[in-house]
């Protein structure tokens, strides 16, 4: 059996960095970790052969050699993956489907003859025992939670890593907390499951050995979900596994309380860790309640991102607007926390309402529901009726993307941001390609880009007041360049 895993192509959004990593000659971020881990589970004689269509096209060729195609994806890829198994079909693939696009919606993929759901490490074996006599079932779907110290080291042999700019692994699955409008604790559970420290470390070890050194995301719903797991075996293990590999640094997602713990951030940079994402939300006290976001009401949040960034992490926040207690202030009071924070990387979306989540299923009794959810939570777009009027929505929406991300307050926002930053000794670390991104920036954000006098003051700072974060700021005025070039199509 020769199996295609297809991972689908994502829009040019937000995430996927598409503008920022032409300039470093790379074409995606990260490889699918999901069906990299379910390419590990499938039986050792099978063929295999990962297609990232962010990366690479979908042959004829790959088509002929193969059986069968697994396709995996998120909301955000579903026309790609309707194109995908469409062509597959035609083929004469047996399609299988799993992961979160699928589990989350399945009535718009009539075409797929197998629908593995929820969590892999459960529902896999049991397609494949059925599909190896000749009883597979249509739908493979639980609602129990995988033990994921059982879960196989991902086949990262299949992976050109050249094409990526970071690797990712998982530590950890499910978040203790319980938003509204978030699919997670829905799709992974309320409890934090963890791996054990020596297969983490097996899975680094790999990535190590096959020639990766630079930076990993460890893709967890909540890395601080297990504080004590996290202080007394991982990251005391991560700091001494890095004694000799000081380029495999950290991305990773954190709940604002990561502030409330100096111990917790100094081992987390010890251990590699340069930057976080945030679900900020909103600075709108009743808005926060009203979407369960009691974590973050009775704080000074922008104190809180100061002392996270103070102690070496850079904070990547997410904001939304559309909730029922907003009022036009809202957007301001959104633009306001923004730059007093120095959150460089801020993703603000319009609240949409994802299947399966309580926000879902209120507004679905309310009859607020209109339309199917895009999965792009920075198009512009949202499938709820607003209490707000739906026009002062959508203005307001567009006043915080197209201010925040003008050349004058994106660089002024790295300013502020530098001025707060630990800059580690051994955290910058330079290649070729990073070396000529820095010329290419030059062409493209100092000659030809409308911002170029604000990319010129924003070095000219850097060289006099924060050397060493030089490559930094490079770094983050060509994430704004993205933002702005991703923006701009849907303004």
Partial sequence: MNVLLIYPRFPDTFWSFQHALRFIRKRAFSPPLGLLTVAAMLPAEWGKRLVDTNVSALTRSDMEWADCAFISGMTIQRESARRIIARCKKAGLLVVAGGPMFTIERDPFAEVDHFVLNEGELTLPLFLADLAQGRARRIYSTTE????????????????????????????????????????????????????????????????????????????????????????????????????????????????????DEELMRKMVQAGFTTVFVGIETPDEASLAECGKSLNTNRDMIADVKRIQRAGLQVQGGF???????????????????????????????????????????????????????????DGTTNIVPRM?????QAGYRRIVQTIYTPRMHYRRIRTFLRQYELRRNRIHLDLQHILAFFRSVYRLGVLDRGRLEYWKLLAWAVLRRPRAFPLAVTLAIYGYHFRRSFAQHS
């Fill in 320 to 378: 939304i607007v559309g909730f029922d207690h907003d009022t036009p202030a809202t957007f301001q009071r959104v633009i306001d926390f923004i730059q007093e924070s120095g959150i460089v990387t801020a993703m603000v979306g319009l609240l949409q309402a994802i299947p399966g989540t309580k926000l879902y299923e209120r507004l679905r009794r309310e009859r607020r529901l209109r339309s199917q959810v895009s999965g792009d939570n920075v």
């Fill in 389 to 393: 009027d739906a026009e002062t929505l």
């Fill in 145 to 260: 939670f995988a033990d994921i110290r059982q879960s196989p080291a991902p086949l990262w042999d299949l992976v050109d890593m050249r094409q990526y700019s970071s690797m990712i692994v998982q530590f950890s699955r499910g978040c203790p907390y319980n938003c509204e409008f978030c699919s997670v604790t829905e799709l992974f559970g309320h409890r934090t499951r963890v791996k054990a420290v020596d297969q983490i470390i097996g899975e680094l070890d790999k990535l190590h050995e096959l020639g990766w050194h630079g930076p990993i995301f460890s893709g967890d719903d909540n890395l601080i979900g297990n504080k004590r797991y996290l202080k007394d075996e991982l990251l005391p293990a991560l700091i001494e596994w890095r004694k000799d590999k000081a380029g495999m640094q950290f991305a990773t997602e954190v709940s604002i309380n990561l502030a409330d």
